[in-house]
């Protein structure tokens, strides 16, 4: 806020009030998705001097939404979390649309654990776009690129750099369970365990146990089973 004062001797002083805009804030309405931060938001809302609100919102996969089936299809097997990203006039309501001049740094919470091959799409001007993941976080703010991410799995949270908001998408697959199947000679004196070719196996998987195919033996003893 700006305030101006003018004043004479023979007038009353005038006071004029303006508020200028250029702060950028996060949505905390309901629904929206917790722990979400972004780097260079105020900077794009001086820049455009107007006042500016991110939203990220957790959306279900709808079968019958264009962009949903396009980035599920994108991914092809992953398991897909989508995320509805959108910036606003905070005094208008208005959508704000189209290419930024600034890249934005979004950090989304995001747990790593048991995951790979985690990748962002993000759904704009009727194509997919599969992001670029990097090796670490960009050191400056000039050097941050559109269409990449940086998953910190310390931290459990993915950052989004971007400058176009719609439909984005987080892939990854689900690291499956092993178990691996050995056998335990139990002092035996002559012979080889079994070795299980098939192991190790996924969790649910049906095993079949071994007989003694490796004639183990054991003085005084005869083999009944494992």
């Not at 091959?117 to 001007?125: A, E, L």
């Not at 960009?138 to 950052?159: C, L, W």
């Not at 996924?202 to 009944?224: C, Q, R």
């Amino acid at each position: 806020t700006v305030t101006v004062t003018f004043a004479d001797h023979d007038t009353e002083d005038v006071i004029i009030t303006n508020s200028i805009p250029g702060t950028g804030n996060i949505s905390t309405e309901e629904g929206v998705l917790g722990g979400v931060t972004a780097e260079g938001l105020d900077e794009l809302a001086k820049e455009q001097n107007q006042d500016i609100v991110l939203t990220v919102k957790e959306e279900e996969k709808n079968t019958e939404d264009v962009e949903h089936n396009a980035i599920d299809t994108a991914a092809g097997d992953k398991t897909v979390e989508f995320l509805d990203i959108t910036l606003k006039d905070k005094n208008s309501g208005a959508l704000i649309t189209g290419v930024l001049s600034k890249v934005l740094e979004i950090a989304v919470p995001f747990d790593d654990d048991g995951k790979s091959n985690v990748t962002v799409y993000r759904y704009h001007d009727s194509a997919v776009n599969t992001f670029t993941m990097l090796d670490s976080k960009p050191a400056d703010a000039e050097i941050r690129t559109d269409g990449t991410f940086f998953v910190d799995g310390e931290n459990n949270k993915v950052y989004i750099y971007t400058n176009q908001f719609s439909t984005y998408a987080i892939g990854y697959t689900m690291l499956s369970t092993t178990y691996t199947v050995t056998y335990n000679g139990n002092g035996a004196t002559s012979g080889d365990v079994p070795a299980d070719s098939n192991s190790p196996y996924i969790s649910g998987s049906t095993v079949t146990v071994l007989g003694n195919t490796g004639n183990l033996a054991k003085t005084g003893y005869a083999f009944v089973g494992w």
